[in-house]
């Protein structure tokens, strides 16, 4: 199993958006970052975890978990001219951006401040705290998933 951090704005789509979705499930797609979309592409599986991360907000930080529950598909949104997402570059018959649907599993009960995420050592290496660090889908580490954990349950 992998695990990741996805970013999203909470004015755009949150933690409670998610969880209010039809089988608490959407697509996680407008990524338009080549890095980000091979993450998809190249590694991320069904059932793979990952925290749901508010940014651009007053207090950015994890807010739950979600889990990855379909495979790497086209995102129709690249080929919608209708769409903010829209790339006339990108071809149906080739498509060059993807999107994966992901599940809520749980809120938590308190943020996980990005603040306490950079003061904390063991996660000073985690993607996310790296300096110029700003993909929206991010991997995590097993080491580090289970100390973002033990926060959660202090």
């Given at each position: ?5 996805m970013k999203s704005e909470p004015d755009e789509f ?47 930080g994890i807010v739950g978990i979600a889990e990855v ?36 599993v749980e809120k938590f009960n308190d943020i996980i ?42």
């Open positions: 199993m992998n695990y990741w951090l949150s933690i409670d958006d998610l969880k209010a979705c039809p089988n608490q499930t959407e697509a996680w797609f407008g990524i338009r970052n080549y890095q980000a979309r091979n993450f998809m592409r190249d590694a991320m599986k069904i059932g793979d975890k990952v925290f749901f991360y508010h940014s651009s907000c007053k207090v950015p529950v379909t495979q790497a598909y086209p995102d129709s949104s690249a080929f919608d001219p209708d769409s903010k997402y829209f790339d006339p570059k990108s071809d149906p018959t080739k498509p060059r951006w993807l999107r994966v649907d992901i599940r809520f401040p990005l603040s306490l995420i950079k003061s904390l050592p063991q996660l000073s290496d985690m993607y996310l705290v790296s300096k110029g660090s700003r993909l929206s889908i991010q991997p995590v580490t097993a080491e580090q998933w289970q100390a973002v954990l033990m926060l959660t349950r202090q």
